[in-house]
């Protein structure tokens, strides 16, 4: 049997105002003909198909289509919600979605609920424990919220997490294909940086061992690097479709393909997507600035610049842009100051110069004086604030 894993779509996403959506679409195209080609027998989402509760019509469509296109060519799907995603609007659509071949889960529940989905397919019988994210608050209840101590609520969250896990094994068959799905964030897995750091960390980091040893693969969602999570664990993060910000920058993405069969250990290889707006950052120096930006000036994707400056420079950023329009972060960096830390005085406010303070700032922090256009930049802004907060 043959599977395709992916997860973290994050379709509507927005980055610096600009819409991934289209980048992600142009992926699940290529996901799409990689099932075609590979034959292959169910596709496994693991979380936040969406990047917001309410995504936009435009998000929606690109998610559906897959679906249907996917169904087309008949391939089932199975796809429960991230942290990201609406559980209940998930749920909602469920029957809809059914429709297109994908058994969609918004909630966890368990295995007697609907947990546990198992599908006929082609090379035969596969059998997938589905684990929604699941949020402290739909797990545990009012009493154990407002009456227990932080640490009693980490350890109670933890029990139930691992107590459903185990519970979605019970359906596992000698003669069906076993698999594990769950959207969740375990311990020792490296971080992209750009997970919500909330549900990364604390009550909603696992062990590895909350992770039922019965299955043979088990695909995970929420983490979006590509990894395994320990040298003989059958527990895979598949990473996002796209490099979504640029702690993700020159990441290769792609997504999982399984080859399984009863009673045998998964076969597991991640097969590389194009990226069709590569991210990239680039680090220099005030000397050689444009020297190194005109050497990525077609640089088919997105660029983050960081200059280290000696002092602030006006114009930094069109000066960028001038030369690389497809900059959309632009980061001075200037030398930390070894200066001994000054007292913190009480400010009059009716004596207060913003002009002085600011020089003062700028000789704490960068050990000079600011030059005059520096000066009155700040003066004019300082005086545009001051009018909109007095209108």
Same mark, same amino acid.
């Given at each position: 049997?043959?599977?395709?894993?992916?997860?973290?779509?994050h379709?509507?996403?927005?980055?610096?105002?600009?819409d991934?959506?289209?980048e992600?679409?142009?992926?699940?195209? #290529?996901?799409?003909?990689?099932?075609? !080609?590979?034959?292959?027998? @169910?596709?496994? &989402? %693991? $979380?936040?198909i969406?990047?917001? =509760?309410?995504?936009?019509?435009y998000?929606?469509?690109?998610?559906? #289509?897959?679906?249907?296109?996917?169904? !087309?060519?008949?391939?089932? @799907?199975?796809? &429960? %919600? $991230?942290?990201?995603?609406?559980? =209940?609007?998930?749920?909602?659509?469920?029957?809809l979605?059914?429709?297109?071949?994908?058994?969609?889960?918004?909630?966890?529940?368990?295995?007697?609920?609907?947990?546990?989905?198992?599908?006929?397919?082609?090379?035969?019988?596969?059998?997938?424990?589905?684990?929604?994210?699941a949020s402290?608050?739909?797990?545990?209840?009012?009493?154990?919220?407002?009456?227990?101590?932080?640490?009693?609520?980490?350890?109670?969250?933890?029990?139930?997490?691992?107590?459903?896990?185990?519970?979605?094994?019970?359906?596992?068959?000698?003669?069906?294909?076993?698999?594990?799905?769950?959207?969740?964030?375990?311990?020792?897995?490296?971080?992209?940086?750009?997970?919500?750091?909330?549900?990364?960390?604390?009550?909603?980091?696992?062990s590895?061992?909350?992770?039922?040893?019965?299955?043979?693969?088990?695909?995970?969602?929420?983490?979006?690097?590509?990894?395994?999570?320990a040298?003989?664990?059958?527990?895979?993060?598949?990473?996002?479709?796209?490099?979504?910000?640029?702690?993700?920058?020159?990441?290769?993405?792609?997504?999982?393909?399984?080859?399984?069969?009863?009673?045998?250990?998964?076969?597991?290889?991640?097969?590389?997507?194009?990226?069709?707006k590569?991210?990239?950052?680039?680090?220099?120096?005030?000397?050689?600035?444009?020297?190194?930006?005109?050497?990525?000036?077609?640089?088919?994707?997105?660029?983050?610049?960081?200059?280290?400056?000696?002092?602030?420079?006006?114009?930094?950023a069109?000066?960028?842009?001038?030369?690389?329009?497809?900059?959309?972060?632009?980061?001075?960096?200037?030398?930390e100051?070894?200066?001994?830390?000054?007292?913190?005085?009480?400010?009059?406010?009716?004596?207060?110069?913003?002009?002085?303070?600011?020089?003062?700032?700028?000789?704490?922090?960068?050990?000079?004086?600011?030059?005059?256009?520096?000066?009155?930049?700040?003066?004019?802004?300082?005086?545009?604030?001051?009018?909109?907060?007095?209108?």
């Open positions: 049997m043959r599977l395709i894993h992916t997860a973290d779509w379709l509507g996403r927005r980055f610096r105002g600009i991934r959506t289209p992600i679409a142009i992926a699940l195209e #290529q996901i799409l003909k990689q099932a075609k !080609a590979l034959d292959v027998d @169910a596709v496994l &989402i %693991a $979380g936040d969406f990047d917001v =509760p309410n995504p936009t019509a998000a929606e469509r690109i998610a559906y #289509q897959f679906f249907c296109e996917l169904q !087309a060519t008949g391939i089932p @799907a199975i796809a &429960i %919600a $991230g942290n990201h995603d609406s559980a =209940p609007r998930i749920d909602s659509i469920a029957q979605l059914s429709l297109a071949g994908v058994r969609a889960l918004g909630k966890p529940r368990r295995s007697t609920e609907g947990g546990t989905i198992n599908l006929n397919t082609k090379s035969g019988k596969l059998c997938v424990g589905a684990m929604p994210f402290e608050q739909r797990l545990l209840d009012a009493n154990s919220l407002w009456q227990s101590d932080a640490g009693d609520r980490r350890k109670d969250y933890r029990e139930m997490v691992a107590d459903l896990l185990q519970n979605l094994t019970s359906d596992f068959r000698d003669n069906t294909v076993n698999v594990l799905m769950g959207h969740m964030s375990i311990d020792g897995a490296r971080l992209a940086k750009s997970e919500v750091a909330y549900y990364t960390r604390e009550k909603y980091l696992l590895s061992h909350t992770l039922p040893p019965e299955a043979q693969y088990i695909a995970l969602g929420h983490i979006h690097i590509h990894q395994r999570i040298k003989n664990s059958p527990a895979y993060y598949s990473g996002s479709l796209i490099q979504l910000d640029f702690g993700e920058a020159e990441q290769e993405k792609g997504f999982c393909l399984i080859e399984v069969e009863p009673g045998r250990p998964a076969r597991v290889e991640f097969k590389p997507l194009t990226c069709h590569p991210l990239k950052v680039l680090k220099c120096q005030n000397d050689n600035l444009d020297k190194t930006l005109e050497a990525h000036q077609y640089h088919p994707g997105f660029l983050k610049v960081i200059v280290e400056l000696d002092t602030p420079q006006i114009g930094l069109d000066r960028v842009r001038q030369i690389c329009s497809q900059a959309l972060l632009i980061e001075p960096r200037y030398p100051a070894s200066l001994e830390p000054t007292a913190v005085t009480e400010i009059d406010r009716h004596n207060f110069d913003p002009a002085e303070e600011f020089c003062n700032y700028y000789q704490n922090r960068l050990g000079t004086t600011p030059k005059p256009a520096v000066l009155e930049e700040f003066q004019n802004l300082y005086k545009k604030l001051k009018e909109t907060v007095n209108n």
